[in-house]
């Protein structure tokens, strides 16, 4: 008896070993293993997505350390602090990637996609449990008694839909006063439960599994396509400031010639050339020219503050941008792009990422409704059981396998109470019309996307082509009236309206090869052949994935030339007759 007393006090000092050398782990331990199992789906599921996978972390420079020791007074006094820096634009696409809060975001959320999975995956893993408790009490008539028991096991639910269990189980019981009386009982158990209609099948009982896994995958297309559409709104964002340095330095240079004009006036308004009316228009002309010109600086600045956000930089950073990333442009920048519209929607289908996220998503719920059915079927189930006791006085070290117990059933419950199931199962289906009609949303949004986007190209490269003639007419225009009004025979108005119309061609110019860069890289965006990971991906046409046959367009598009349709031929309406 003593022997069985020293095995089950092994047992427990076990498990309580255990549990204190688990207790002690580091929570760094915990965050560790956590990143490598997330890690690891990341980087299968990239390469089963993309056959490649590329280097990836949530860490900032906030991870290795302590939330205790990092203070809010810490991150006021980092947006306190100066900085100077010069950035041409492939230097902005780094250091957005780098520091942009939305971006780490979007990297977060895919991480925590991956941890989920590793929690359904665990569900269909061995589980082990390993306990040992120890109690003193005192009965009604006086004797004393200790316990003690202790359990090993595991347990796993297998994909089939079963449960398997083994256990180890110790248990002693000891009165310490009256009848010393000792009792020592050791077990070994074996479970099995198996169902065979509902909850039966690989794609039924890991249907989380398989979701799960269907969930990273989607994550990691929409994380892709997320990259991509980030790379061009910080391009996008960063012309556009590039326009408006453009329209500033426009704007400053009407306002020197209205200050030459308006000095030109005073000084022949003292010799009497020009009478006072003259010289205060002139003088009210500088006025408007500067105003626009501090609306045009203003408008620069705020939108060079939203670009630090956008970039993850304090707004104490004093930013200066490449001028030459938009003189690089050039003619390329408006070169003209026609792709068979019918052909582009097709690739879309086959390539963009939240479209293929879309189609399986349809594809899921499908499962769902097959699912659900199961649910409606009667439970019927295979038990099977395997135990042995030790035999008093005895531990866990002395079984008689002689005396193995086995045993075998069947457990039958009728679907007479179906109620909540009945309901899920009509959810799944409506779910599924549901699906039906937002997937042919999609395709139909994308469809339109690539057409109205074919439209924006065409449209924005004729607007450079006129506002690259108005340019140069109005150039020739000003001149004129600056020599008319030298001669004495001109008038301010004139004037003003001159270098208005140039300041306005001059900036439409500009804007317009911003435009027709961005309406290009949206429409290659949204068929999915944009690789944004080439360098100078906005003007590299190694960057489309796939090269384009050029087409004749169709009656619906606008004209590529100088043409200019009649209004019947855009609307579908026969010509009108004399």
Known sequence: MRRNQKGNWRWIALCAATAVLLGGCKSSFYRERADKAAYEIIDLAEKDVFGKNREFTIDTPYSDRKPEEILALDLVNERLVPGDRFLTIQEALTLAVQNSREYQSAKEQLYLTALTLTGEQYQFRPRFLANAAANADRTADGDALGTASSRLGATQFLKAGGNISATIANDFLRYYTGDPRKSVLSSISVNLVQPLLRGAGRSIAAESLKQAERNVIYEIRSFAQYQREFAIRVVNSYFSLLQNKDQVRNQYRSYQSQLESAAYMEAHGQAGRF????????????????????????????????????????????????????????????????????????????????LL?????FEDSKRKVRVAANQLKADLNILADASIDSERPTDYTSFDFDDLRVGAGIQLNLPLDRLRERNAYRSTLVNFERAIRTLSLRLDEKKNQIESGLRNVAQTRQAYEIEKVLVEINERRLEGEKLTQQAGRGTVLNLNNAQDSLVRAQNNRTAAIVENLRAKMDLLLNIGVLDTDVEAFWKNPDAVQIKFEATQPD???LPQTDEIKHPNDIFGDPHETD
């Open 555 to 557: 009656a619906e598009s």
């Open 357 to 361: 996220n879309e189609i399986d998503r």
């Open 275 to 354: 009478d006072q009316l003259r010289v205060d228009e002139t003088k009210n002309a500088v006025l408007n020219v500067k105003n626009a010109y501090i609306s045009a600086a203003t408008r620069y600045l705020n939108a060079l503050e939203n670009f630090k956000i956008l970039l993850g930089l304090p707004l104490t950073t004093h930013l200066r941008l490449d001028d030459s990333d938009l003189q690089s442009l050039g003619e390329a920048a408006v070169a003209p792009l026609e792709l068979d519209r019918e052909k582009a929607f097709l690739i879309a289908v086959e390539r963009h990422m939240d």
